[in-house]
């Protein structure tokens, strides 16, 4: 019986096989390629048959679902936090480097329009170029504004600060709210929107609270609150390293500038809730 499995018959012990001329040995062409599968002799064992190692490709190691969508609320109430820490230091500026009440309120519009310009410019990065680019991106710079507030010296070192957190908050908070729905289980979008506005509150309340606390009892009131923001940016970093990314297509990156609308489906409440907002503005009392 034949172990190679060819139909020939069974050849006798004194049997030998002769040469044929020209023919390459060991399977190889005079061209000198390797033996085919196709072009096999009885008896020897070919490339082809031969098994092929492959190394193991090593997934990155990611956030469980669960925690990262934590990690993005987180990053939505940070970024609020951030936004609301030089409050309760304005005075302490003012009188420091003597500006007036309009160069506060143009501080304060810096900070606006950097939101603004972000979301209208760029607010469709993350879809183009992924969630976890744009978040380490503007977690980066926001890290940079803590900075440039901490070496803060003049008037001049406060707009620089806020232009680039407000560009930075607008890229964070946009990308944050689109992970937000992206990692939710069953992408519900009323949970999502209802985590997005808790985070929003708490971030602005604890921000004003922390703020204010560090400002009035620690020891280097103009320092001590950004070296806490600059920690837990640090630490909103790298969970944004390792989060998971939910976008699966991506593409370059591209200034699509988007029209501002309102879906028809929310417009009442957006009405009333901007009436709201509009009545709790603060009004001057008449002298």
């Known amino acids: 019986m ?3 499995g060819e ?3 069974v050849q006798s012990p004194n049997h030998k096989e002769h040469p044929v001329p ?3 040995a060991l399977g190889g062409s005079a061209a000198g390629r390797p ?3 196709g072009d096999a002799q009885p008896g020897l064992t070919t490339l082809a048959s031969l098994p092929v190692a492959r190394r193991p490709e090593t997934a990155r190691q990611t956030l469980p679902p669960r925690v990262a969508y934590a990690l993005a609320a987180f990053v939505i109430g940070l970024g609020l936090f951030a936004s609301v820490t030089p409050s309760p230091l304005y005075h302490t500026y003012s009188v ?4 007036s009440p309009l160069t506060l309120t143009l501080i304060y519009a810096t900070y606006a329009f950097g939101v603004l310009i972000t979301l209208l410019l760029a607010g469709r990065a993350s879809d183009q170029v992924g969630r976890r680019p744009v978040l380490l991106a503007a977690l980066g710079v926001l890290m940079g504004s803590s900075v440039l507030f901490m070496v803060a010296n003049a008037t001049a070192w406060l707009f ?3 232009a680039f957190q407000g560009l930075a908050t607008g890229a964070a908070l946009s990308t944050a709210s689109a992970a937000l729905l992206d990692l939710h289980p069953r992408r519900d979008a009323a949970r999502v929107g209802l985590a997005n506005g808790v985070a929003s509150a708490a971030g602005l309340g604890l921000g004003f609270l922390v703020s204010s606390a560090l400002v009035q009892l620690g020891p280097a009131p103009r320092v001590l609150p950004y070296l806490v ?3 837990l940016f640090a630490a909103a970093f790298a969970g944004a390293y390792w989060m998971p990314e939910p976008v699966p297509e991506r593409s370059s990156f591209r200034l699509t ?4 609308s309102v879906p028809a489906g929310i417009r009442h409440p957006f009405l009333l809730a901007s009436l709201g907002v509009i009545g709790r503005c603060p009004r001057r009392s008449p002298r």
Do not use: C, G, I, T
């Open 7 to 9: 139909d020939s018959q």
């Open 257 to 260: 500038p988007e029209r501002p």
């Open 229 to 231: 923001l600059l920690v």
């Open 96 to 99: 420091l480097w003597h500006f």
């Open 160 to 162: 620089v600060a806020r």
């Open 35 to 37: 033996q085919l599968a």
């Open 2 to 4: 034949n172990l190679y």
């Open 22 to 24: 020209n023919e390459p």
